[in-house]
């Protein structure tokens, strides 16, 4: 008999995981946040803080959505081997990678599908909104056709069936804008307070 139920961690447990999985996400955007972001003008970190950013700017209390949009591309700088990385372009099936990754480090299910969406919701995009696709930059283009193309019809209802398919719309298009060279990247504390409200439950 224990006088410790194993269901419940404890809260010196909890801090410590989300110590680590905070320190993990910093760690990998500093040892390749400098990474060009695949053909465009800023690198990684640049395009993660951008996004975060409008995504602040747009839903300042989303902590969810501002989450995921500074996580999206993190599968891109978990890949490691050459056959991952498609001709310069990126981590084959990032989307994938970095939502099973961030739900290894405990972020909640919607910003895991939110990071797992962004590539079908660019499919979708591209299939529907002929002044979205003419936005695309010249590299995102290329990744299209390497990411599956266009969206059958079947494959767009099925999209539009998804609990969060607005929000993984919302997020593509601020993905898109999140491009802006010589803009500085600022002081990442203000994400790192959001990761750590929201890795760590409310006791
Ligand atoms: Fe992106």
């Not at 970095?98 to 299910?109: D, M």
Request: net charge negative.
């Amino acid at each position: 008999m224990t006088l410790n139920n194993p269901q419940l961690p404890s809260k010196s447990m909890t801090h410590h995981h989300t110590h680590e999985a905070i320190q993990t996400i910093l760690a990998v955007f500093r040892e390749r946040g400098h990474e060009e972001y695949h053909g465009e003008p800023v690198s990684q970190l640049e395009h993660a803080a951008q996004t975060a950013q409008l995504a602040q700017r747009g839903h300042p209390d989303d902590t969810e959505f501002i989450l995921a949009a500074f996580l999206h591309d993190f599968g891109h700088l978990c890949g490691t081997t050459p056959e991952d990385n498609m001709g310069g372009y990126g981590t084959r099936q990032h989307e994938t990678i970095g939502a099973r990754e961030l739900r290894r480090l405990g972020f909640s299910e919607k910003i895991a599908r939110l990071v797992e969406g962004h590539v079908q919701a660019k499919r979708y995009l591209v299939s529907t909104d002929a002044a979205y696709y003419a936005g695309l930059s010249e590299a995102s283009k290329i990744t299209l056709e390497k990411q599956g193309g266009l969206m059958s019809a079947e494959e767009q209802r099925d999209f539009e069936q998804d609990t969060l398919f607005e929000w993984h719309l919302q997020l593509r298009r601020l993905d898109e804008q999140a491009k802006v060279s010589g803009q500085p990247v600022g002081d990442l504390g203000w994400l790192e307070v959001l990761m750590r409200e929201h890795l760590e439950p409310a006791v």
